[in-house]
């Protein structure tokens, strides 16, 4: 005889018991602390603030921390906590001309003012494994020498001074902004980067390797991938001047693309663009291939049937938590619907048979 | 959590939600697209019907969700606890004293009256996606009332399998006007769309809100010559004897063994309350917790 | 009588290149209308103006609708042109592929636009399906197949098939025998003779296959570089053609 079992909501009480467990760990093992991870893990940090859409290092620690790891759940914790955020206005368009550079290459030419500037990057180390850092942390230390004077302005301006690159549409008019306004096709490019810089790194990483590999391929050139930190102005209108509220760690990557004639314009080079939080090279440099790639209309180049040039299966597939939640959700109760269909073929079955049964008769 | 407005959302947002709603109600069936907010439970787990119910509940409001038409699924109980805790409405398990509901996959056998609500939970609003995967050209054939390729799907359906081979989220024509995919209903739910109370379609993830309005003309997509028909397992239910409510099957032993029951759990309970008992039920008592 | 057609003027530029310029004509009910020339001559230009494919830069394309009489198809409201394309209208592409849905069935692909205009009786869609697929010659054992099943002439006959179930008046036809064997040219172009003339159906046909107009136009126009060359009956102008370069299309016509 059956009982109809109800418990939903203790099974539900008891599994996050044991996460909170599974969260902490072997208890005789130290606490991770919010300051280690942003210290020591500040790649992961940048990414969960980058695709989170929210520049707090310690916040993002913490969701880490919670996440047990899982960076993609961690940005989920930062997203739904943006949305609670009241607004109090907008800051003015950072200057990334006047970033303090942390570290600043280009592939295009062999020195250029501001000069080529490595920083601490994974760039030239051997990828073996340092069994010395399971034991022992400790740094030497690095020689320091008098900080740059000299300004670094952008590659592409030099470019910009022969006419051999694009000009790009300056205006003073606030893009939409994608968390506010429901995404429409088709979209301005400031919606198409609003979302690459939030998208899903891996997923923009593969849309942008497919270029190279010849899937609407735009010969990329990497004029200049720039890090450091910018400073972010607000207009006050109480005081009637702007002042610095903060300040950001960004990378920025312009890619100069050929120009693979059209019948618009005479030759000139055209820019892909890529800018995120934090210290997010790869991310960056993915974000400007594509997006150059999304501008074939505007462009007048063909449209190659390429992956990375279909804005509706890039801007509606690249945002990670729409992407888990949807596929994760087939984890949840759809028996109702799977009755439906078992009563269906039931009834198709049936009626095959019969109709299999009745042809043999005749 | 009392840092958080009433049902979690600010009033700029609920403002927002409510207008989509209103467009909604006053076009049966149009998708209108809304600024779907980052909420605290994934995409594609009822984030469209959360945001729907923060709007359009008050405090004096009695709040049921249900989920595969129980009030006990872990979903529905997450769902529910979200509102006690950020909005601190009164819940019941019961459809009748209830003013709104929440629901994933199915409508409540008890007919709504005009003075309820019904919030329903949609995975992919567009009921041409599978045939037109572009949005573009989908919402292009709404507006000119291309409709065509929707009854190609139904005749491709009958010259391959003898009939129509959808039985859930089975598609209907709102007001002699706009295609619609009721969420993922068994087609067996799909008569009670046409209801007194007012009917809310939320989808977050794909940032769109539909509404029908009370005594709407909902009519299933069929041809003359194949009927629609809201069928359901040839049985009645095991524990209170129903012979037309909607039931779920349940492998009871490993043999095959299997028994039917309402997948409506407030439904069931209250036949056997008033003392109706099913092949296998017993007299209502309090289920084992 | 009031032409079916009326198109005065109508130009097509890209950038500083001529689509095509300075064409008018009239298309009586029942005329066929060919449309020759060479690669790069315009015609498929002239074609996709006419059928709404692509916006002229100038002229107007007048048509006689059933309900309000000429009305120009250039300034109509989307909606109302797609509707034409479903009924009045008809567009026989050179690649079957382009004017079928491939992943429907040859029923479904004939029944479609029955569907789009409400038919709603499913045992009448497909006799009239088959119907039509016994006019172009498919037989009726084939409804249930898809396009990827069929030979190109078999699908080109499909395509002829879904485009005239619902009673156009005007077919508009690009290449309609392009890519195809010529054993199945031939048995193509008899079928659209046939029906052409059974329906009383105006088309205008473009095609570089000076044989397609010989045996299927009323009257030709000869396009070079954008612009009508020479027009006229299709016997006068194929066997005394005016313009030197007519002269030299006819003259380069193999004789077998």
């Known amino acids: ?362 | 959590m009392s840092d958080y407005n009433f049902a979690y959302l600010d009033e700029q947002t609920k403002r927002m939600i409510r207008r989509a709603i209103l467009k909604g109600l006053a076009i049966p069936g149009y998708q209108v697209p809304f600024a779907s907010r980052e909420m605290p439970m994934p995409y594609g787990w009822g984030t469209g019907g959360v945001q729907v119910s923060a709007a359009v509940l008050t405090p004096d409001d009695t709040f049921k969700v249900i989920d595969q038409g129980a009030d006990d699924t872990t979903n529905a109980v997450s769902i529910r606890r979200f509102f006690q805790k950020t909005a601190g409405v009164a819940v019941t398990e019961a459809t009748s004293q209830a003013s709104v509901i929440q629901t994933r996959h199915r409508i409540p056998e008890e007919d709504l009256r005009a003075d309820q609500i019904l919030v329903y939970q949609v995975p992919i609003p567009e009921p041409l996606r599978f045939l037109e995967p572009s949005e573009v050209e989908t919402r292009k054939m709404h507006a000119l009332e291309e409709y065509g390729l929707m009854h190609v799907k139904l005749y491709e359906d009958i010259s391959q399998h003898g009939d129509i081979a959808t039985a859930y989220a089975y598609p209907v024509k709102v007001e002699g006007r706009y295609v619609m995919d009721p969420s993922p209903i068994p087609k067996f739910d799909n008569p009670k769309l046409e209801m007194a109370g007012i009917q809310l379609f939320g989808a977050g993830r794909e940032q769109r809100i539909y509404a029908i309005p009370p005594y709407t003309q909902v009519v299933s997509l069929d041809f003359d010559d194949y009927p629609f028909q809201p069928t359901k397992a040839d049985h009645a239910c095991d524990l209170c004897g129903a012979q037309d409510s909607y039931l779920d099957e349940l492998l009871v032993d490993d043999e095959g063994g299997r028994m039917f029951m309402c997948s409506d759990t407030d439904y069931c309970a209250t036949r056997r309350k008033q003392g109706h008992v099913g092949a296998q039920g017993v007299p209502y008592a309090e289920d084992a917790a | 009588m009031t032409p079916l057609l009326q198109v005065e003027n109508i130009a097509k530029f890209y950038g500083p290149r001529i689509g095509c310029t300075d064409v008018s004509f009239d298309l009586y009910p029942g005329e066929v209308m060919g449309i020759v020339g060479e690669s790069g001559s315009g015609k498929s230009t002239l074609l996709n103006c006419l059928a709404g494919h692509l916006t002229p830069d100038r002229g107007v394309v007048r048509f006689d609708t059933r309900s309000e009489g000429l009305r120009d198809t250039i300034t109509m409201s989307e909606p109302e042109r797609r509707m034409l394309g479903r009924t009045d209208w008809a567009f026989v592409h050179q690649h079957a592929r382009d004017g079928l849905r491939m992943n429907v069935s040859a029923g479904g692909n004939v029944g479609e636009r029955l569907m789009a205009v409400n038919a709603r009786h499913y045992g009448e869609i497909r006799a009239e399906a088959i119907d039509w697929l016994g006019r172009v010659e498919i037989t009726e054992d084939r409804i249930d197949d898809r396009p990827t099943a069929f030979s190109g002439g078999m699908q080109q006959r499909l395509q002829i098939a879904r485009n005239l179930v619902t009673g156009p008046r005007l077919v508009f036809m690009d290449e309609p025998t392009g890519g195809l064997d010529v054993s199945v040219q031939a048995r193509l172009l008899d079928l659209l003779r046939g029906l052409g003339r059974e329906m009383n159906l105006s088309a205008i046909i473009v095609t570089h296959d000076l044989a397609v107009v010989r045996l299927l136009a009323d009257r030709l126009m000869v396009m070079k570089d954008g612009h009508v060359i020479e027009t006229g009956l299709t016997d006068q102008v194929l066997d005394d053609p005016q313009h030197a370069y007519t002269q030299l299309l006819v003259s380069s016509v193999l004789q077998v």
């Open chain 1, 1 to 362: 005889m059956y009982v109809a079992v109800k418990g939903g909501e203790r099974a539900i009480d008891n599994a996050h018991a044991w996460l909170a467990e599974e969260r902490r760990g072997d208890i005789s093992v130290p606490e991770l602390s919010i300051a280690q991870i942003r210290e020591q893990m500040a790649l992961a940090v940048n990414r969960v603030m980058a695709e989170g859409s929210l520049y707090d290092p310690d916040l993002a620690a913490l969701a880490i921390k919670q996440a047990r790891g899982d960076l993609i759940e961690a940005i989920f914790l930062i997203r739904a906590y943006r949305t609670t955020l009241p607004r109090f206005g907008g800051s003015n368009p950072i200057e990334t001309e006047d970033m303090t550079c942390d570290r600043r290459v280009s592939a295009t030419f062999k020195d250029a003012p501001g000069g080529q500037v490595l920083g601490p990057t994974f760039d030239y180390t051997h990828r073996l494994i340092d069994f010395k850092l399971a034991a022992d942390g400790e740094v030497s230390t690095v020689p320091v020498s008098a900080p740059q004077q000299t300004a670094t302005p952008h590659i592409m301006s030099f470019l910009g001074r022969e006419n051999l690159i694009q000009r790009e549409p300056v205006g003073d008019d606030v893009p939409d902004d994608l968390t506010r306004t429901p995404l429409e096709l088709p979209a301005s490019r400031a919606l198409r980067l609003q979302s690459l810089t939030r998208g899903d790194e891996g997923f923009i990483l593969g849309m942008a390797y497919s270029t190279q590999r010849g899937y609407a391929r735009n010969h990329a050139f990497v004029a200049e991938l720039r890090i450091g930190a910018v400073a972010v102005e607000m207009d006050i209108p109480e005081l009637g001047f702007a002042i610095e509220i903060g300040e950001i760690t960004v990378t920025e990557c312009e890619t100069v693309n050929q120009f693979q004639g059209s019948k618009i314009q005479p030759p000139q080079f055209t820019r892909g663009y890529g800018l995120v939080f934090g210290m997010t090279e790869r991310k960056a440099i993915s974000m400007a291939l594509v997006d150059r790639a999304l501008r074939w209309k505007e462009l007048g180049e063909d449209n190659l049937g390429a992956p990375a040039q279909d804005e509706e299966f890039i801007l509606y597939h690249s945002d990670n938590i729409q992407a888990t939640g949807f596929l994760e959700h087939i984890k949840l109760p759809h028996y109702v619907d799977f009755q439906s269909e078992l009563e269906l073929i039931r009834k198709l079955r049936r009626e095959a048979h019969q109709n299999i049964s009745q042809e043999a008769a005749e």
